[in-house]
C-alpha cells in the first residue's frame, strides 16, 4: 500500500470544468510534488512544494494551479483544460534532508481525461 | 544531449537469467540516483537508491554507479516473468530543501517464461 493517496483515481472532465486533484501524505516529509505523465514517456516535474511553499514551477500553463494548505496536503486544480492535458498526474513526497538518500514516493496517480 | 539517458528496449530476457539496465547522466552534480519500476498503467514505484560509488545490493537487485563515468547500473538476478516492467533511472539533486529528480525515459523489460 502507497503511503501517499490521491483522489480521484479516475478523473474525465470538460474543457469548461474546474475540478481539483488531491494529494495527502503522512510520512512526515516537507517536499511535495506533482509530475504529469503522458503514455510511454517519463514522468515530468510540474510544481515542487517545499515547507508549503512553491520552490519550482516548471513553466507549468496558468490552468493548473497548484496550493499546498498545509505539510500534509497538496492539491491540483484544474481549470479550462485542453485535451492534450490528459495524462496521469502523479503526487509525490520527499524528505528535505540533502544526504542523498531521501528517494521520491509517488501515489498512485490519477489519470485524467479531457474531453 | 538529454539529461538522462536510458535504452528504451525493449530488453527481453528469459526467465531465471540476469537483466542488465544501464543509464547514462549528463549533469555531474548529481547527487542520487533511484531506480523506479512502472508497471502499465500504474505510478513509478521505488526499487533502490544508490549516491556512493560501487554497488548496492537489496535481494535480487543490485545497483552500481560510477561518478567518474556518469553511468548507473540495475542488475536483476533470477529475473521472474513479474519483473516484466517499464524501468525509469532517475538523477537527483538536492537543492535548498527539495530533490530535483529528472527520469530517463526508462526501458522496458521482457521477462521470456
Known amino acids: 500500500d502507497t503511503e501517499v493517496t490521491q483522489t480521484p483515481k479516475h478523473l474525465v472532465m470538460g474543457m469548461t470544468n474546474k475540478k481539483s486533484l488531491k494529494c495527502e501524505q503522512h510520512?512526515?516529509?516537507?517536499?511535495m510534488y506533482w509530475y504529469k505523465q503522458k503514455a510511454k514517456k517519463p514522468p515530468e516535474l510540474m510544481f515542487v512544494?517545499?515547507?508549503?511553499?512553491?520552490?519550482i514551477n516548471e513553466s507549468v500553463p496558468s490552468r493548473f494551479s497548484p496550493e499546498c494548505p498545509n505539510s500534509s496536503l497538496l492539491n491540483l486544480h484544474l481549470h479550462a483544460l485542453q485535451p492534450e492535458d490528459s495524462a496521469l498526474y502523479l503526487c509525490?513526497?520527499?524528505?528535505?534532508?540533502?544526504?542523498?538518500?531521501?528517494?521520491?514516493?509517488f501515489g498512485n496517480g490519477t489519470r485524467l481525461t479531457v474531453t | 544531449q538529454k539529461e538522462v539517458e536510458q535504452n528504451s528496449g525493449p530488453l527481453s530476457v528469459p526467465e531465471g537469467a540476469i537483466a542488465s539496465l544501464n543509464c547514462t547522466y549528463s549533469?555531474?552534480?548529481?547527487?542520487?540516483f533511484f531506480w523506479y519500476r512502472q508497471y502499465s498503467g500504474k505510478s513509478p514505484e521505488l526499487i533502490m537508491f544508490?549516491?556512493?560509488?560501487g554497488d548496492k545490493e537489496d535481494g535480487r537487485f543490485t545497483a552500481q554507479l560510477n561518478k567518474a563515468s556518469q553511468y548507473v547500473s540495475l542488475l536483476i538476478r533470477d529475473s521472474q516473468p513479474s519483473d516484466s516492467a517499464t524501468y525509469l533511472c532517475?538523477?537527483?539533486?538536492?537543492?535548498?530543501?527539495?530533490?530535483?529528480?529528472?527520469f530517463g525515459i526508462g526501458t522496458k523489460l521482457q521477462v521470456i517464461p
Open positions: 509525490a513526497s520527499s524528505h528535505t534532508s540533502g544526504t542523498g538518500d531521501s528517494p521520491l514516493h
Open positions: 510520512m512526515g516529509h516537507r517536499a
Open positions: 512544494y517545499s515547507y508549503e511553499k512553491l520552490s
Open positions: 549533469d555531474r552534480g548529481s547527487q542520487s
Open positions: 544508490i549516491y556512493s560509488n
Open positions: 532517475a538523477v537527483n539533486i538536492f537543492s535548498g530543501g527539495y530533490q530535483k529528480v529528472t
